[in-house]
Structure formats: C-alpha cells, structure tokens
C-alpha cells in the first residue's frame, strides 16, 4: 500500500495533464462523450497539482474521479448532454428520399412502365392505378421500391387522354413539341 501512495504522491502535474490530453484524443477518436469529462478533470487536478505540488496523491485521486463522475452526470442530465441524435430514417435509402417530389416523364410509359428523371438521375418507375403518362406529364412520386419508384399523374396535372381538361398541360406540350 505504501509503494502505490508513493507512487501517487510523485505524480507530478505534467501527467495529470497528459492523462487528460490521452483521454481527450480517445474522446475525439470515439466521440462518445463519456471520456470528455474524465478529460477535464485530469487537466484540472493537474492545474491543482501544479499550484499545489505538495497535494497528496490519494486526495488527487480522490478529486479526479469526483470530478469526473459528477461533471459527467451532470452533462448527461443537461440540455446539451441531451442533444437530439435522430438518425435520418431513409439515409440509406436514397428512392424513398424522392416520396412526395414532382417528377417529369422521361417517355412515354407502356403498361404502367416507363421512366422518370429527378435531378439528373434518370429512374425506372411504375404508376401506381396502371395508367400510362406520355413523355413531358408531371407525375408525383408515392413510393418507392429498391430503385424503382411509383409514381401516379400529379394534382392538377389534367390527364388528356381520358378527356380531362386539354388546358395548360396540353397547351405546354404542344408548345414544347413546336420548338
């Protein structure tokens, strides 16, 4: 027991301070932020040692996990210890990123198949009530499976061949189509 309280009380403050810049750079490495307090603690014993050099190793010790415990409980209990951390839902799931988006038909669909281009990706998509969009309609982007997207005509985009409205949509195409 002697030999580990003299090995304490020798502990000058330069190894407090790189037990605290250890710890730190393993918080950085793992950001887990259980060791950035323990961190702290050991760079503030070393403080204390360095304006106290005759401060009793074991009392050192002895602050040091108090410190750390406490200043660790009460990071976690506070606002910012309690950051949100909400993984995005889809992040891999780049398809289902583009549910609700107003898309352009790409050609005209057959069967209820064709493509659709949103941004610059070009995609593969089914409709969902098995209608079949010509080249230019906008679509709306329900779902998604794998990396093929389901689309239906979008609210207020009149079907022409079912004898809706020719009115804006119509007039557009035909303008596109005379340029």
Same mark, same amino acid.
């Given at each position: 027991?002697?030999? =580990?309280?003299?090995?304490? *009380? *020798?502990?000058?403050?330069?190894?407090?301070?790189?037990?605290?810049?250890? !710890?730190?750079?393993?918080?950085?490495?793992?950001?887990?932020?259980?060791?950035?307090? #323990?961190? =702290?603690?050991? !760079? !503030?014993?070393?403080?204390? &040692?360095?304006?106290?050099?005759?401060?009793?190793? /074991?009392?050192?010790?002895?602050?040091?996990? @108090? =410190?750390? @415990?406490?200043?660790?409980?009460?990071? &976690? $209990?506070?606002?910012?210890? +309690?950051?949100?951390?909400?993984?995005?839902?889809?992040? *891999?799931?780049?398809?289902?990123?583009?549910? %609700?988006?107003? @898309? $352009?038909?790409?050609? *005209?669909?057959?069967?209820?198949?064709?493509?659709? /281009?949103?941004?610059?990706? +070009?995609?593969?998509?089914?409709?969902?009530?098995?209608?079949? #969009?010509? &080249?230019?309609?906008?679509?709306?982007?329900?779902?998604?499976?794998?990396?093929?997207?389901? @689309?239906?005509?979008? #609210?207020?985009?009149?079907?022409? $061949?079912?004898?809706?409205?020719?009115?804006?949509? $119509?007039?557009?195409?035909? %303008?596109?189509?005379?340029?």
């Amino acid at each position: 027991m002697d030999a =580990i309280t003299q090995f304490l *009380n *020798n502990q000058a403050a330069w190894h407090w301070w790189a037990l605290g810049a250890v !710890l730190l750079a393993l918080e950085i490495a793992s950001t887990t932020q259980y060791l950035l307090w #323990p961190g =702290i603690a050991a !760079l !503030l014993v070393g403080v204390l &040692k360095f304006l106290v050099p005759s401060l009793d190793g /074991r009392l050192a010790v002895f602050l040091f996990a @108090v =410190i750390a @415990v406490v200043a660790t409980a009460v990071w &976690k $209990r506070s606002a910012w210890g +309690r950051a949100e951390r909400n993984t995005h839902t889809n992040l *891999n799931d780049r398809s289902a990123q583009y549910v %609700g988006r107003m @898309v $352009r038909a790409e050609e *005209n669909f057959v069967n209820g198949r064709g493509a659709v /281009r949103v941004d610059d990706t +070009r995609w593969c998509a089914n409709t969902v009530d098995g209608s079949s #969009p010509i &080249k230019g309609d906008m679509l709306r982007v329900s779902g998604a499976d794998g990396a093929e997207l389901k @689309v239906q005509l979008a #609210p207020g985009f009149p079907d022409t $061949r079912r004898g809706g409205d020719l009115g804006s949509a $119509r007039v557009r195409r035909e %303008g596109a189509t005379e340029r």
